[in-house]
């Protein structure tokens, strides 16, 4: 199981304290007490959102600190309030009081909304500790503190691209590449073994995206039938939103024809049973510093032909990375989109 960790410190707003103030007006020889109350320190809430899928963006950002409220003032006014914070969280996230280990909520449904600190309350100002036997009161109260709890925040990743492609294609160096999983790297076919996840940020905070990409073993022609791993792992990506097929363009595949390679790949997701064929995808020329000329020209011709999406790109030095990541976090959110809609 793969999980997505964040711990993160709030502090709702302190309240505003009470005034202590006397009304002075023309002809009132002695004003009353008008002082006004504080004002509340602003909340801050938690929310599920299904338009986010990590926990990222708290990575970055831990600490949240809602506003306080304004003290009051003369004329019997009440302070403002301080403004709420609201932290968005993915649907699937769960919350756990860090210093007890208590688990505060499962958020397994979206739009779901709980407090999480909560604002200190305003302190009275005068004007209320008046009776009728103590009419002048000096006395006011300070505004009351604002909560502040340390969460830790779990969420079971579920992938949002997956890699596909022959054994030895570069998909282990790719993830690598574009995330911090490190999985094992090497120059022969069935390195991976299991599948890995990794959590890919695009662009910077706070507008960055992020998206969740899955490396599986690789698959060769008659997997559906045993043969290398099988398509057992194929599950794993059943639920993605899109699938990221790798060619290998360079000679060190020893496999003559590039589409010859998509076409036995695209046969075994087929035969796996899962709708795996009719997934979107997006098509990755890989090892493209080392290219065969030759078979990089197929490709293209073949992806142009059938207006699939092509990336070419080489893992090792980089080159094409940045434009592919951008294009999977474009895709896996316009496919998020659209499946919300559907919904
Ligand atoms: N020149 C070059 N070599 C690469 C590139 N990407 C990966 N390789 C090499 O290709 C070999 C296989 O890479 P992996 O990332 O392990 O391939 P994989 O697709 O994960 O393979 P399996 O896990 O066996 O399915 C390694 O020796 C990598 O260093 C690339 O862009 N350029
Ligand atoms: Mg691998």
């Given at each position: 199981?793969?999980?997505?960790?964040?711990?993160?410190?709030?502090?709702?707003?302190?309240?505003?304290?009470?005034?202590?103030?006397?009304?002075?007006?023309?002809?009132?020889?002695?004003?009353?007490?008008?002082?006004?109350?504080?004002?509340?320190?602003?909340?801050?809430?938690?929310?599920?959102?299904?338009?986010?899928?990590?926990?990222?963006?708290?990575?970055?950002?831990?600490?949240?600190k809602?506003?306080?409220?304004?003290?009051?003032?003369?004329?019997?006014?009440?302070?403002?309030e301080?403004?709420?914070?609201?932290?968005?969280?993915?649907?699937?996230?769960?919350?756990?009081?860090?210093?007890?280990?208590?688990?505060?909520?499962?958020?397994?449904?979206?739009?779901?909304?709980?407090?999480?600190?909560?604002?200190?309350?305003?302190?009275?100002?005068?004007?209320?500790?008046?009776?009728?036997?103590?009419?002048?009161?000096?006395?006011?109260?300070?505004?009351?503190?604002?909560?502040?709890?340390?969460?830790?925040?779990?969420?079971?990743?579920?992938?949002?691209?997956?890699?596909?492609?022959?054994?030895?294609?570069?998909?282990?160096?790719?993830?690598?590449?574009?995330?911090a999983?490190?999985?094992?790297?090497?120059?022969?076919?069935?390195?991976?073994?299991?599948?890995?996840?990794?959590?890919?940020?695009?662009?910077?905070?706070?507008?960055?995206?992020?998206?969740?990409?899955?490396?599986?073993?690789?698959?060769?022609?008659?997997?559906?039938t045993?043969?290398?791993?099988?398509?057992?792992?194929?599950?794993?990506?059943?639920?993605?939103?899109?699938?990221?097929?790798?060619?290998?363009?360079s000679d060190?595949?020893?496999?003559?024809?590039?589409?010859?390679?998509?076409?036995?790949?695209?046969?075994?997701l087929?035969?796996?049973?899962?709708?795996?064929e009719?997934?979107?995808?997006?098509?990755?020329?890989?090892?493209?510093?080392?290219?065969?000329?030759?078979?990089?020209?197929?490709?293209?011709?073949?992806?142009?032909?059938?207006?699939?999406?092509?990336?070419?790109?080489?893992?090792?030095?980089?080159?094409?990375?940045?434009?592919?990541?951008?294009?999977?976090?474009?895709?896996?959110?316009?496919?998020?989109?659209?499946?919300?809609?559907?919904?």
């Amino acid at each position: 199981m793969f999980i997505d960790e964040a711990k993160i410190r709030v502090k709702a707003g302190d309240g505003g304290n009470g005034c202590v103030a006397f009304r002075r007006e023309k002809f009132v020889p002695r004003g009353g007490p008008s002082g006004g109350d504080g004002g509340k320190g602003g909340d801050i809430y938690m929310e599920s959102s299904e338009r986010h899928n990590t926990l990222v963006h708290f990575r970055f950002n831990p600490e949240y600190k809602a506003q306080r409220g304004r003290h009051g003032e003369g004329s019997n006014k009440t302070g403002r309030e301080g403004e709420d914070i609201l932290l968005k969280v993915p649907v699937g996230t769960i919350l756990y009081d860090d210093e007890t280990g208590d688990k505060v909520h499962d958020f397994s449904r979206p739009d779901e909304r709980i407090v999480i600190a909560r604002g200190g309350r305003g302190g009275r100002g005068n004007a209320q500790f008046a009776t009728s036997t103590h009419q002048a009161p000096r006395e006011s109260e300070p505004g009351r503190a604002g909560e502040e709890r340390v969460y830790r925040l779990e969420l079971k990743l579920l992938a949002d691209a997956g890699l596909v492609g022959y054994p030895n294609v570069g998909k282990s160096t790719l993830i690598s590449r574009i995330s911090a999983a490190r999985p094992k790297i090497a120059d022969y076919p069935f390195t991976t073994l299991e599948p890995n996840l990794g959590v890919v940020v695009v662009g910077r905070a706070p507008e960055e995206k992020s998206f969740v990409v899955a490396d599986i073993p690789g698959l060769i022609e008659g997997a559906h039938t045993g043969s290398g791993l099988g398509t057992q792992f194929l599950r794993h990506i059943e639920r993605t939103r899109l699938l990221v097929h790798l060619v290998d363009v360079s000679d060190s595949s020893g496999r003559p024809d590039p589409v010859k390679d998509i076409e036995v790949i695209n046969g075994e997701l087929a035969s796996f049973g899962a709708g795996l064929e009719h997934k979107p995808v997006i098509m990755v020329a890989s090892k493209i510093d080392v290219a065969n000329k030759e078979k990089l020209a197929k490709l293209k011709r073949y992806c142009k032909k059938r207006e699939v999406e092509l990336f070419t790109v080489s893992a090792v030095t980089g080159k094409g990375v940045e434009e592919l990541k951008r294009a999977i976090a474009e895709k896996v959110e316009q496919v998020r989109r659209r499946q919300a809609a559907e919904k």
